[in-house]
C-alpha cells in the first residue's frame, strides 16, 4: 500500500512539473521557416516600394537570419525565391514587434522550361492559378502567342522549333500577375 502511494505521489509530481511549463507561448513563424543559401529574398512596404532585396548568404531559418523589428511600424510582403517557387508573406510591425501574417502567405509555382532538341517544354504547377501566357520570341521578333485557360493542378505545353533556324530565343510566361523569362539558343 505504501508503495502504491508512493507512485501516485511521484506521478502527481511529475504531472505538475510538466504543466507549468506547458504555459509557454508559441511564436508565430513564417511558412518558409527554412531558406537556403542562394535563395534570393525581397521585401517591400505596402505603397509598393522595395525596402531590401538581396541574396541569402546562410541555410537556416528566414526569423533568425533577418532581423525584421529594425523596420519602421506597418505590414511589409516578404518574397523568398526559390528555385521552382516563391513564397509571399505578410508581416506586420508594431513596437519592433514582428507577427508575420500566416493567413496571408502564399506559395507561387514557377514554370519550368526546358529545351530537348528542337522542344521547348513549359511545365507549370497551377494550384493558385490555372492561366497562364506564353510568348516566343525569335531574336526580338514575336513568333507564337498562346494564353492558357485550363482546368487541372499542372500546365503543360510542347512547342516544336525549327531546328534549322539557329539562333537566341526567349519564352515569356505571364502568371499570377507575374512575369517569368527565359533566354535559351537553338
Do not use: W
Amino acid at each position: 500500500m505504501k508503495t502504491l502511494f508512493k507512485h501516485i505521489l511521484v506521478l502527481a509530481v511529475l504531472l505538475g512539473t510538466c504543466t507549468s511549463y506547458a504555459n509557454a507561448t508559441l511564436e508565430v513563424l513564417p511558412t518558409f521557416n527554412s531558406v537556403k543559401k542562394g535563395n534570393s529574398i525581397s521585401v517591400t512596404d505596402a505603397v509598393g516600394e522595395v525596402i531590401f532585396s538581396g541574396l541569402i548568404n546562410y541555410d537556416g531559418n528566414i526569423s533568425r537570419l533577418y532581423d525584421f523589428s529594425q523596420l519602421k511600424d506597418g505590414i511589409y510582403t516578404i518574397e523568398v525565391e526559390k528555385s521552382f517557387e516563391i513564397e509571399v508573406s505578410i508581416v506586420e510591425i508594431k513596437n519592433h514587434n514582428v507577427n508575420f501574417l500566416n493567413q496571408r502567405s502564399e506559395k507561387i509555382y514557377k514554370p519550368v522550361f526546358r529545351l530537348e532538341k528542337d522542344r521547348l517544354i513549359i511545365t507549370k504547377l497551377a494550384l493558385n492559378n490555372p492561366s497562364m501566357g506564353v510568348e516566343i520570341y525569335y531574336g526580338d521578333e514575336l513568333i507564337h502567342t498562346e494564353s492558357i485557360n485550363e482546368s487541372g493542378d499542372i500546365l503543360n505545353r510542347i512547342y516544336k522549333l525549327d531546328h534549322s533556324i539557329k539562333g537566341d530565343y526567349t519564352a515569356v510566361v505571364t502568371s499570377n500577375d507575374r512575369v517569368f523569362v527565359q533566354n535559351f539558343s537553338l
